[in-house]
């Protein structure tokens, strides 16, 4: 007959619609239920593309004797961790508190007023390598909430203590202290040390693509000229672009690799990591012009539109790991298989993706990329353009016949952040590498969005199927906005950043608080949880923090408007000390540190976007990495939205560029080679004396 979770639109819910559990969405039914029958509350958290919370599932929630025991001692709460990130942050916290690490399935124990005292993340159906079994812990658990309440309360009391002062989710008690380049400086150090120069990325396995960490060192490097920081940026994106984590036959990346060598990942995709991939891999490819880059960022895009994008406009949120029943099965090959399908070019085939005799990965192989074209096609006897050749034919063919094989589940809810992350990553690459489909792509989404996702400058959190449901967080407000602008920088209508504008100034009003001189995650008018959550790190996706101080600062320099760079400046400041402590948790928030230590560089450009002269002038600025790069284009016969606009003349009625930088301007040009050279002098800002 199914349960609760029938009426939901998130595919999450919808996957344990039929548990025999009697799960209730989040919600007051739920936590009146709760209350009135003096039950414990046991909250499951999870998302689609999750692999254990799939296993976790099929063992525990789908077995007759276990549910039998949730519904009589629980009341039973299942959350898409993706349409609620409010209540998922908040009980994360509670888990990595208790048990030292976090991570989904996440399961956790609540008093019918919603606080935590007890959890975990996957539980096994029996005792397993030291973790009790799922029907134990119910039993433990249901015992210890009946006979020694007192204990069980005085837990939960303990753990509310962490959002009282955390870093992460009480309110900054600090004086602002100032910011200084030497932030910058410190951060790129602990980094170095950090850093895997054999396999690129940070630290030991699992490994998951550092990608805002990279992007702060990209613009490191190109503020600094310290050579090391570019050689860390594209050393760390190849070997990810050569390892199993990154798709060789259909493009797109995995969430994570189980292995420090980026060889086996863990197989599902995700929209937000290729998202953020996507638009470092284009500025990658400004700072290096290297073909390699180029190609594995159009061919992540080129995923996204084939696979990730619904008829309307929206992005899907995720492909799974698994397929019939197991993980990875979709993207792996045997040798018989490549043998049968390619035939003559069998052989140069393998021996470029590093395919051997018994395989990588569970007895077949994972494709990957061991060497480089030269070393592969002399391996193989055979030129590296008739190697070339081979590999575009086996991508094909591969391709092709992997379509034909039982798809991953894919989780098509529309997410407005990951939504707005993808747009600029889009937008991004359409207006570097003058890409008219991504450009139409981007297009689409920013229409779509702004349709169904916007409502009077308040952005909806998720769309599925029609109906678009749960108010937005500040995540989503920030990242939307950021990808019109985005759509600005590509088409120069101003119609998106009025747009921008609006969301921003509603985005201040719900989610800023004086009191606090901080954002927090929910807004004003949100259902009221156990704490009002703020998460100010930079973890699978921006914070939405530093997004919403990206949002700022940018916005503060197209329309020159003080309060925005002061609300982004006080932040920054405000999270000074944290940054120094901890760069690997606040890339992004780096780099917006970097744009207001530094300056933004202010590009106008003045003409008719139609001619030749202006389209040169243009394709100058697309073809050059600046680091905070805001741009701005129109012609100079009518008043303009766009502040950075104003008092902007062409010269001898030839299309003009303006480059500015900390209020002051050099002399205007209209030639392209005079552009470059100002945009690499603006870019370039202080010597250091980092190794």
């Known amino acids: 007959m199914g349960n609760r979770l029938a009426g939901e639109t998130s595919p999450y819910l919808l996957q344990h619609a039929n548990n025999p559990v009697d799960w209730y969405p989040w919600g007051q039914e739920a936590l009146e239920k709760a209350k009135r029958e003096g039950k414990p509350i046991l909250l499951s958290i999870g998302y689609a593309a999750c692999h254990w919370c799939h296993v976790m599932a099929h063992e525990s929630f789908e077995d007759e004797e276990t549910a039998k025991l949730m519904n009589e001692k629980f009341v039973n709460i299942k959350v898409d961790r993706e349409e609620r990130p409010d209540i998922d942050n908040i009980y994360m916290q509670a888990v990595q508190a208790m048990t030292g690490h976090g991570g989904w399935p996440m399961t956790m124990f609540l008093l019918p007023d919603g606080s935590p005292f007890y959890g975990g993340t996957y539980f096994p159906p029996e005792d397993r390598h030291g973790i009790p079994s799922f029907r134990k812990v119910l039993g433990a658990v249901s015992d210890a909430y009946t006979q020694r309440h007192e204990g069980v309360s005085q837990s939960a009391e303990q753990l509310k203590q962490i959002y009282e002062g955390n870093l992460v989710t009480g309110r900054s008690t600090s004086t602002p202290t100032g910011l200084s380049p030497s932030i910058l400086d410190v951060a790129f150090r602990a980094l170095q040390q950090r850093y895997d120069e054999t396999n690129g990325g940070f630290g030991a396995a699992p490994k998951f693509p550092p990608t805002m960490t990279l992007d702060f060192v990209l613009r ?11 050689d860390m940026a594209v050393n760390s994106f190849i070997k990810m672009a050569r390892g199993g984590i990154y798709d060789q036959i259909g493009g797109g990346f995995a969430r994570y690799s189980v292995d420090a060598t980026w060889l086996v990942p863990h197989f599902e995709k995700m929209l937000y990591d290729n998202a953020l991939l996507t638009r470092f891999g284009a500025h990658l490819w400004q700072a290096t012009k290297d073909e390699e880059v180029r190609r594995v960022t159009v061919e992540t895009v080129d995923w996204v539109s084939r696979e990730l994008t619904d008829p309307e406009g929206g992005f899907y949120s995720s492909l799974d790991a698994d397929s019939e029943g197991h993980e990875g099965k979709f993207y792996v090959w045997s040798e018989e298989e490549l043998d049968s399908l390619l035939g003559a070019d069998a052989r140069a085939f393998k021996a470029y993706y590093g395919v051997v005799r018994g395989g990588n990965f569970e007895g077949k192989s994972i494709l990957y990329v061991p060497a480089n074209r030269e070393v592969a096609a002399r391996r193989a006897g055979v030129d590296v353009e008739v190697l070339d050749a081979i590999l575009a034919r086996g991508r094909r063919i591969l391709l092709e016949t992997r379509s034909r094989r039982a798809w991953p589940a894919r989780d098509e809810k529309i997410l407005a952040s990951w939504n707005g992350l993808m747009l ?59 990808g019109f602008l985005a759509v600005y920088e590509l088409t120069f209508d101003e119609k998106w950043v009025k747009l921008a504008r609006q969301i921003c100034d509603e985005m201040i009003n719900w989610f800023w608080d004086d009191q606090a001189g901080a954002f927090f995650d929910t807004a004003r008018d949100a259902e009221e949880l156990i704490t009002r959550p703020r998460d100010v790190t930079d973890n699978a996706i921006p914070s939405g923090t530093s997004l919403a101080v990206d949002l700022l600062l940018n916005l503060a320099e197209l329309q020159h408007e003080a309060d925005y760079r002061r609300r982004a400046v006080y932040t920054l400041e405000s999270l000074a000390d944290p940054m120094l402590r ?19 560089v202010e590009v106008a450009l003045v003409g008719d976007v139609q001619t030749r002269g202006f389209g040169a002038l243009e394709r100058t600025v697309a073809s050059q990495y600046v680091p905070s790069l805001v741009l701005a284009a129109g012609d100079d016969r009518s008043p303009h939205v766009v502040k950075l606009l104003e008092h902007r003349t062409m010269i001898d009625r030839q299309a003009t560029a303006y480059v500015c930088r900390g209020y002051v301007c050099d002399r205007p040009v209209t030639q392209p080679d005079a552009l470059a050279e100002q945009l690499e002098n603006a870019a370039r800002v202080r010597a250091t004396a980092t190794a």
Do not use: Q, W
């Open 582 to 600: 901890f760069p690997t948790a606040f890339g992004h928030l780096l780099g917006c540190a970097d744009m207001e230590l530094n300056g933004a």
């Open 220 to 230: 490191y490097a190109s503020r600094t000229g310290v050579s090391h920081a570019l």
């Open 424 to 482: 600029r990553g889009v937008a991004t690459a359409a207006r570097i590498f003058d890409h008219d489909e991504f450009r139409k792509l981007a297009l689409r989404n920013a229409s779509f969005l702004a349709r169904e996702m916007v409502r009077d400058g308040r952005v909806m959190r998720s769309h599925k199927e029609g109906v678009t449901r749960i108010a937005g967080f500040l995540e989503d407000h920030a990242s939307v906005a950021l």
